[in-house]
């Protein structure tokens, strides 16, 4: 079945870039039928959806994080990354990729706003 | 602070039904998704909207929602209930995902 894990440094100073990899095994990133989205949890805290990208190229952000987030696509290797610039001690959380699948009606898809699959996540802490 | 308003906190007997509610504007527009989490673990989804469970999930879990809450609940809650749920909707201005803030739920 369909998997995904995240990988990327756990740790990550001030001020400094982000940068996360999800990788999909079991299935296409290139399928279609899906947006591929990173989700974050402070320690003890809530989720925020941080953003979306289709094998397409359409992708959507947080507004919140839109001015510090890139999502990009690698279908060579069947991966998806998260970018995060500027990052700070708020930043601290454990990162997860996951899976929105499409809804189509009349010709359009859409997102279907949930999140049918999740990887195991990975903590990045933000600290010098 | 969130859109969506989720009670910290939330405790049931061994049994017993239990509801978890989700408070927000935009819930009056948009179905609510719920997840459940346990410690540890990734969130997983238990209800994807208009009470509709993905394959796998127990019967006993149920969504519905008036006005501008949205409420999961859970009828006759066994031990391995417990855990954080978590509801989701969209933005106000339909757009974004939004997420509650999660409420712990402890079978007693």
């Known amino acids: 079945q369909v998997q995904l894990q995240e990988s990327g440094p756990g740790l990550v100073k001030p001020s400094q870039t982000l940068s996360l990899t999800c990788t999909v095994s079991g299935g296409s990133i290139t399928s279609g039928d899906y947006y591929w989205s990173w989700i974050r949890q402070p320690p003890g805290k809530g989720l925020e959806w941080i953003g979306y990208i289709h094998y397409s190229g359409s992708m959507d952000y947080n507004p919140s994080l839109k001015s510090r987030v890139t999502i990009s696509l690698d279908m060579s290797k069947n991966q998806f990354s998260l970018k995060l610039s500027s990052v700070t001690a708020a930043d601290t959380a454990v990162y997860y990729c996951?899976?929105?699948?499409?809804?189509?009606?009349?010709?359009?898809?859409?997102?279907?706003?949930?999140?049918?699959?999740w990887g195991r996540g990975t903590l990045v802490t933000v600290s010098s | 602070s969130s859109e969506l308003t989720q009670d910290p906190a939330v405790s049931v007997a061994l049994g017993q039904t239990v509801r978890i509610t989700c408070q927000g504007d935009s819930l009056r527009s948009y179905s609510a998704r719920w997840y459940q989490q346990k410690p540890g673990q990734a969130p997983a989804l238990v209800i994807s909207?208009?009470?509709t469970r993905p394959s796998g999930i127990p019967d006993r879990f149920s969504g519905s929602s008036s006005g501008n809450t949205a409420s999961f609940t859970i009828t006759g809650a066994q031990a391995e209930d417990e855990g954080d749920y978590f509801c989701?909707?969209?933005?106000?201005?339909?757009?974004?995902?939004?997420f509650g803030g999660g409420t712990k739920l402890t079978v007693l």
């Open positions: 989701s909707s969209r933005d106000s201005g339909g757009n974004h995902v939004v």
């Open positions: 909207g208009h009470n």
């Open positions: 996951a899976r929105d699948p499409l809804f189509c009606s009349g010709g359009s898809c859409y997102s279907s706003w949930y999140f049918d699959l």
